[in-house]
């Protein structure tokens, strides 16, 4: 084996590690999340976690043995067997680790901490609110973090891939619906019957608000703009970006349609707030250039990251 060879080797390796810490940090956000807020308030979001607090009663009624973690233990094992079924060997390699993980750590939460260690200190009224909010920042980031690094929390997405797969049903419509479909169930109480549309309303929000933030994780954190100018003046233009943004640019030559005039158009991609500053930099520069800004969910590639994010 070679030098060149082992680089790649050690690279690859060194991925890997990485790979698999970072999704083990996520699925530890996503149990944080799930003992101390989700389940000492009883609101569910979807998913597996969401159907253990949905027939927690029951396992209570098993004996006390039979926790969250026990009743993720099976469900996860009863799902990884339906992946390798329904979606292949790859597809089991890549989730069995998560959906192992996930109730490991959970169990050992259940044994060495307190689950209403942040509850009890959150006043009553407030209660349902604070927990929404915390464990939505740390399901999202958690479950953001995975995803942006080829992982998967094991459970329910398997079931949501089965779906989209057989179904032909786009993989985010089958996640939205199927832990709708969960938050209304949680709704029901049948001793008496009733309906708790508080519990589904919070269930809701947090939905929503964990697929915003798992959206904006897994795709960088910090929102990019792709600033396009049409100018007779490209080399002016590209001088000001250098000089005040140390970016590069592509030149692309453009045809006007209605003059028929051939210019130059000047791409750049960049942050945000430099966005701003730019625009006005090339107003002032070209005021006949015209300039048009976009915005850019995933930037890869040769892109410096500036800033804390």
Known sequence: MNNDELDI??????????QYIYITFGVFL????????LEPAGIVTGGMMGIAIIIEPILLNLGSWFTSSIFLYIANAICLILGLIFLG???????????LIQPTILF???????????????????????????????????????????GSTGGMD??????????????????????LIIVLIAG???????????????????????????????????????????????ELIKDLIYKNLDRGVTFNKVIGGYTGDEQVMVICTMDKNESYRMTSIVA????KAFTFVTSCKEVRGEYEKRGLL
């Open 89 to 99: 060997k790859d597809f089991f390699l890549k989730t069995v680790y998560a959906s």
């Open 188 to 234: 029901l109480s049948f001793n008496p019957f009733s309906y708790n549309i508080e519990r589904v309303v919070l269930g809701v929000l947090g939905v929503i608000s964990v697929g915003f933030i798992v959206d904006t994780v897994a795709l960088s954190l910090k929102p990019r703009r792709t600033m396009y100018v049409i100018t007779k003046n490209p």
């Open 9 to 18: 080797k050690k690279i690859k390796t060194k991925k890997f590690i990485k």
């Open 30 to 37: 996503l149990n944080l999340a799930f003992f101390f807020f």
């Open 108 to 150: 050992i939460f259940e044994r060495t901490m307190d689950p209403l260690f942040f509850y009890n200190t959150i006043t009553d009224t407030n209660q349902g609110l604070i927990c929404l909010i915390c464990s939505s920042i740390l399901t999202g980031i958690g479950i953001g973090i995975a995803v942006k690094y080829n």
């Open 284 to 287: 002032l520069a070209d005021p």
């Open 158 to 179: 398997v079931i949501q891939k089965i779906i989209s797969k057989y179904f032909k049903i786009p993989i985010s419509q089958t996640m939205y619906v199927t832990d």
